[in-house]
């Protein structure tokens, strides 16, 4: 399962290389989560647990664990699946258990953070159409021209606002044949996302 970047995979394998003290992994972990939950503004803290660990290894762990979680989460990976991805990790039992017990408790929280953050993509709730049938152009010459006119409504959840959503309308006049076009390529693109979930 490819989860995680490969410099996401070394910096979780150096930290059991390392051999971080037990007491030292729980400060980084936590401190990760309450990055992820903005409780920090993205600041690496270091502690009296953390002072004596490299820099550049810390950084890396507090980034390696904050993408672990975010990931995890965000694909909804179960408690199995994610205690894989830690076994190729190469961590210590005592980590690997540490992470496994923050991602069971800390899960649904990440994904709660992470939906109300996310603006996401306006979604269509509703089409009308018309089809205009011109005769004759402005210097009353035959024309005999049809225009379809399509108008969606679209709706879209506001960045960090749980039931507020955003309306707005998107419309488009087309010819015949550019309107069987568009029709033929939402047609792949339906057939495209049914096998895309079938796999």
């Not at 400060?27 to 004596?52: G, M, R």
């Not at 955003?166 to 390529?185: H, I, P, Y």
Request: glycine share 2%; with cysteine.
């Amino acid at each position: 399962m490819e989860l995680l970047s490969q410099p996401t995979l070394t910096a979780l394998q150096v930290c059991g290389t390392v051999g971080l003290p037990e007491k030292c992994f729980r400060v980084i972990v936590k401190n990760a989560l309450d990055c992820i939950f903005s409780q920090h503004e993205d600041e690496i803290l270091i502690d009296k647990d953390t002072v004596e660990i490299d820099a550049a290894i810390l950084k890396q762990t507090y980034l390696a664990i904050m993408t672990l979680f975010v990931e995890a989460s965000k694909t909804d990976t179960s408690s199995e699946q994610f205690s894989m991805v830690l076994d190729d990790c190469k961590l210590l039992p005592k980590q690997k258990e540490i992470l496994q017990e923050s991602y069971k408790l800390n899960k649904q929280k990440v994904r709660s953070h992470l939906a109300r953050i996310n603006k996401g993509l306006p979604h269509v709730v509703d089409i009308d159409w018309r089809l205009d049938y011109n005769m004759k152009n402005s210097q009353l010459n035959k024309v005999m021209d049809l225009k379809y006119t399509l108008s969606f409504k679209t709706e879209q959840q506001l960045c960090g606002e749980i039931n507020s959503n955003q309306e707005d309308n998107v419309q488009f006049s087309c010819t015949r044949e550019q309107l069987q076009d568009f029709v033929g390529k939402l047609k792949e693109a339906v057939k495209s996302v049914e096998r895309a979930s079938q796999s």
